[in-house]
């Protein structure tokens, strides 16, 4: 079940109207590749260290097929580019590409048939509310600060707390353990 959290945020094109609750998406763990590898190859005659090896040859070349302009397909994962943008100028020959492109970064698009089996049977889980760098456990938990004003004792991080916290998303810890 995919985990989300709740937050507040303003319409950065219209600063007037008043902020509305938007879901933000809450990691729970980073798979390491090696994770990955054993995971997907565990019903198969394949070695998750092959699979592992193979996938870090693709990585390896992936560089320069993009540098060359090419965008790359990964099987039926998807896709990657390259996407960047400038500085502007008002004569063409002042254009230098060496210190006016700027935000290079590589894009990736996932193929519809990967798209399509993620949201088959896809569902949802709200595992808190931030506001003000606090993450409540619960919408209920939340509710009830906002009417009484006092803290949940359990299962809230903030600045204040032990736990810290920023309200931003979150990421969870990494583990090497294959994916269930």
């Known amino acids: 079940m995919a985990k989300f959290k709740l937050t507040q945020r303003t319409n950065p094109q219209n600063r007037e109207e008043a902020a509305k609750w938007y879901a933000i998406p809450s990691i ?19 070695a998750p260290t092959e699979l592992e090896s193979s996938f870090n040859l693709v990585v390896d070349g992936i560089p320069h097929e993009l540098q060359q302009g090419n965008s790359v397909q990964l099987g039926q994962l998807g896709w990657l580019r390259l996407s960047f943008g400038s500085d502007g100028v008002e004569d063409i020959t002042k254009f230098d590409a060496a ?5 290079v970064k590589v ?8 798209m399509a089996e993620i949201k088959n049977g896809l569902s949802f889980e709200n595992v808190g509310v ?26 809230g991080t903030g ?11 979150e990421e969870g810890g990494t583990t090497d353990d294959p994916l269930v």
């Not at 209920?140 to 004003?149: D, H, I, M, V, W």
Request: aromatic residues 8%.
């Open 130 to 155: 931030v506001e003000a760098g606090f993450t409540f456990p619960d919408t209920r938990s939340y509710l009830s600060y906002k009417e009484t004003g006092k803290l949940p004792v359990e299962g």
């Open 28 to 46: 729970v763990n980073r798979h390491t590749t090696r994770a990955v590898c054993k995971a997907v190859t565990r019903n198969t005659s394949t």
């Open 107 to 114: 894009v990736f698009t996932p193929s519809k048939e990967l």
């Open 159 to 169: 600045t204040g707390g032990s736990t810290g916290g920023s309200g931003e998303e």
């Open 99 to 103: 210190s006016m492109i700027k935000n």
